[in-house]
């Protein structure tokens, strides 16, 4: 028998809701039902974050750095900073160079005598607001045209949007686990009964970890025996 050859499928918001109001054993009927159900994948969205790292939100930034000035607001989609570098030079062929920013605590920042120093920044410590991510550097930049930051950060996953036609922000090895969730979570607001609601909770836990144990680098590792201290 003939296969479609075919690898488009692609549901959208509402066919994600359809399928976990199916899956609680419930119909969806009306437009409330469709815009609590985005607000339910929104805050799991939320709290999928609050996880670990996704991977398909990792992404990298740059930002120019100006002499004399310590601090800087990052890219307002940051959840998370994964790495953090600076690069001097750039664009320079022959002098162009790449050096890690080691992060500090904020007391180890607090515990700096002189915060006006001014050289190659070394040190980075990262200041996680409400509303915004600031990344404050030591030594402070000798110079407005030799640095550039660069970080690695972990996004937010996008809204649902106000429709039913928008895409989830989720690649495809993560959408069984939404439809799981979001059945879960309509379970959880329709007042199903406690077994179901049991069984959903479940098998949503086991599609999730199975996308995150997926969703992971497969670069090799290796450990090297080293020295040791008596």
């Given at each position: 028998m003939a296969t479609s050859g075919t690898t488009a499928f692609s549901p959208d918001i509402g066919e994600i809701v359809e399928e976990a109001f199916e899956r609680a054993g419930?119909?969806?009927k009306s437009g409330y039902?469709?815009?609590?159900a985005?607000?339910?994948i929104n805050l799991m969205m939320l709290e999928w974050q609050n996880r670990g790292i996704n991977l398909w939100t990792v992404k990298s930034f740059t930002k120019n750095m100006d002499e004399g000035t310590s601090e800087y607001t990052l890219d307002p989609s940051t959840i998370a900073v994964l790495e953090m570098w600076l690069r001097t030079?750039?664009?320079n062929v022959s002098s162009q160079a790449d050096y890690h920013l080691n992060r500090i605590s904020r007391d180890t920042y607090a515990g700096i005598p002189n915060k006006l120093t001014k050289a190659r920044p070394l040190q980075v410590f990262i200041d996680r607001q409400q509303s915004s991510?600031?990344?404050t550097v030591w030594?402070?930049?000798d110079e407005s045209s030799k640095y550039v930051l660069h970080y690695y950060v972990m996004r937010r996953i996008e809204d649902t949007g106000s429709g039913s036609s928008y895409g989830p922000d989720v690649p495809d090895r993560f959408?069984?686990?939404l439809a799981a969730g979001l059945a879960y979570q309509v379970s959880l607001k329709k007042g199903v009964e406690g077994q179901r609601v049991s069984a959903l909770k479940e098998l949503y836990e086991?599609?999730?970890?199975?996308?995150a144990g997926e969703d992971r680098e497969k670069a090799p590792l290796r450990f090297v025996p080293g020295g040791y201290y008596r």
């Open positions: 419930l119909e969806m039902d469709l815009r609590t985005r607000r339910s030079d750039s664009g991510t600031l990344a030594p402070v930049p959408w069984p686990a086991e599609e999730f970890d199975r996308a």
